[in-house]
Each structure stands twice: as C-alpha cells, then as structure tokens.
C-alpha cells in the first residue's frame, strides 16, 4: 500500500512561480513510476508529467513543457513539481500518482493518488 499527501499548492499571480510537493510513504519509493495530473472544475483530471522510478525519464503534457519541472528525491520518498510562469489556465486540483508498472500519461496506469492540492493563479 503506497499513501501519498501532497503539498504546496495556493494562491499565486500570473508569472508566479510554486512547487508542489508528494511524499510518498511506502518502503521503496524507487519502485514507483509517478506522475503529476490535475482537475480543474467541470473538466477531466488531465495528465500533467511524469517521472521514471529512477528519475532518468521525464514527461510532460504539451500544455506545460518549457514551464514545468517535475523531480524526484528518492533518499527522501517525495517527487516534485516546479511550476514557473504560471498561467490562470493552469488553476486546478493538483494530484500525485504512483505507477507499479507503468509510466506516462493514462491515469489508468497508476495505481495510487494523493487527495489533491488546490493550485490557483490570479489574473
């Protein structure tokens, strides 16, 4: 069983900059692929970026490349998302996800989510 709690989200202003946060508690975070997916209201969780279990391999959704970094430190169970120039469209839900097997971008590849952290960005 992988439990996963992220942080970092909040209120941000057009331009800004965050970084999310999911530590993963589980005995070998270096045997889970992870992702970044989010959900914004009234639409579909989408897929965000990715990240190999041993971070040599990264991912990411077109709506995001050039702007989004995601990481992860596996001496420390936690994977991140950088997230420069953000744009109002970029407000949503944000979750991490972990993949036994898989990588990439179907949310039916991973087998663990977090509960979500509000991301919004102010015009």
């Known amino acids: 069983q992988v439990q996963l709690v992220e942080s970092g989200g909040g209120l941000v202003q057009a331009g800004g900059s965050l970084r999310l946060s999911c530590a993963a508690s589980v005995r070998t975070f270096s045997n889970y692929n992870m992702g970044w997916f989010r959900q914004a209201p009234g639409k579909e969780r989408e897929f965000v970026a990715a990240i190999s279990k041993s971070g040599s391999g990264t991912y990411y959704a077109d709506s995001v490349k050039g702007r989004f970094t995601i990481s992860r430190d596996n001496a420390k169970n936690t994977v991140y998302l950088q997230m420069n120039s953000l744009k109002p469209e970029d407000t949503a839900v944000y979750y991490c996800?972990?993949?036994?097997?898989?990588?990439?971008?179907?949310?039916?590849?991973?087998?663990?989510w977090g509960q979500g952290t509000q991301v919004t960005v102010s015009s």
């Open positions: 996800a972990a993949s036994t097997y898989y990588s990439g971008n179907l949310k039916s590849h991973y087998n663990y």
